[in-house]
């Protein structure tokens, strides 16, 4: 490229003849490449943002702090309403008297639980003295819910004799208040102490009391079964532990029923039966994939073959086991079933059989105890206790009112755990990759999944198990969608080792030739103006 200098005075006929061009220079040296050289170099930084918007990743924002806040404490307080009755006491102790006891107790009982769902902050407790002269009870601060004077003696109940599902029905008529868990001691009916959980919310205690030491022994009980039972479900480990079954997010089990025969050739066994399913759905479940992805439970018989017939399962005690069976947590349960008369099948022949009514019966009552334990619940009749046993009720359902209270409460608790470890799990992956794409609709999922584990906790406050499951269900649910959204899937991810090994061939090796070319020049520029500046020293001090 030719350069055009700009006109100066024409001084080399005053030059000397020796002078060195390589140190010297007559006229001013022209800006010209030096300018387009930087303005090329200048274009190429001030682009350098607009490429870098170009292909900037969109990323929704999310709420860390509220998930930071509800992974610290993924917690539901639920409100537990407690009413003791007392009658027949001729002694009339102070109600009270008898309240703060029993407080005592179970502040005793829960003193060393803090799982999920308990009602440390929030336990209410009436205590009435119901006899036949006079009735005193404590005031709670909702009347309405209790236990009214003379409810029980009106009735006529008859505590003495065996029925106790007559007894259990007579009660629930007279105390039958959702939310409300109730115990009965009647003072009477012979020799020891009595006690009865029954298949909705209330029990009864049924024993001779005479002097202050039994009287505490039946203070000890009603605690205990307040806590125990009515709170714990008849466990120990509390609401949330480690082999607790999971349950779909619309709260469904799949039950896969399987028969195994061993050997065919020796005889082959089946079952005829139907289970029918209604159809149900909760308002604002849309999510496909909590109802593809539902937990399912193995119930199996096993049907030996000859040469094992008889088979008996061994208990580690070294007995043999009444139900012939076990279970394998979060999975299932299997039961060995002997057909009838193996031991006299001689036949060569296989021959094929159908199990009867009665023999299905008891498979499936053995069923049911191991449903019982996959959820935590106890699978015999009988609870024993620090203060006594206690006798429980069966329901033909499988599950009490009580019971299901409790499973309600458990769900909810599993339900927010695993959403706030879900919401965790994404904040850190989230942080941790800058450049990972986060479209809008993650951000509402998450948005809306906060929303209901919210509502699922102010449910819970308010003693509405079922709302609050339910909520609870739909905030985990919104919570895996997020997490497992395919946007956010590895082949998303978009990261500036990426962006650079693909955008590096094209502007880096433009880039290194413009920046030379720059400094080139611009040492140049330095080095002629250099020149031409002592070249005019020289004449003016020649001059």
Known sequence: MSEISPEVPDNRQDAPSHVDPNSTRITKPGVKRLVLTLSVLFSLVLGFPFL??????????????????????????????FQAVFINFNSNPSPNHLQLSILDKITELTSNSSQCGACANDLALSVTVDSISSCTQTHPTDNSNYYRCGAISAVDFDFSNDDDDGVDELLESVLGVKNVYSVVVVNGGGEGIRAVVGKYRHAWIVGSV???????????????????????????????????????????????FNLLNAEPNDWVYDWFYTIRQNPHSHTGMKSGKATSLVPRIFPSLYVPSAKECPLSLLLPTGEISKTNGFISPMWGGVVVWNPPGCLNSETNHPSRHTMSREDLQAVFEVFMGQFRQLFGLKSNNLYIGASGTYHLLPSGKGFTEWELDVLSRQFACFNLHSCATTLGSLSRLVQSLPRMIIMDEIGKLVQFSLEAAKLAQSNASLGDNESSAVSSGQARSLAEDAFFHPSIMSISYYSFEHCFAIYSPFFLPVSMHVLLAALREWKRYKQEKAKYTAWKAKVKVES
């Open 52 to 81: 870098w918007k170009s292909v900037e990743i969109y990323r929704s924002s999310l709420p860390f702090g509220e998930i930071s806040e509800m992974e610290s404490n993924p917690s539901l307080s639920f409100p537990c309403r």
């Open 210 to 256: 005479e002097e202050e030491e039994e009287e505490s022994v039946l203070v000890s009980r009603v605690a205990e079964i307040f806590v125990k039972m009515f709170v714990n479900g008849g466990t120990e480990n509390g609401l949330i532990h480690g082999e607790f079954m999971p349950v779909g997010a619309d709260r469904r089990i799949v039950l896969s």
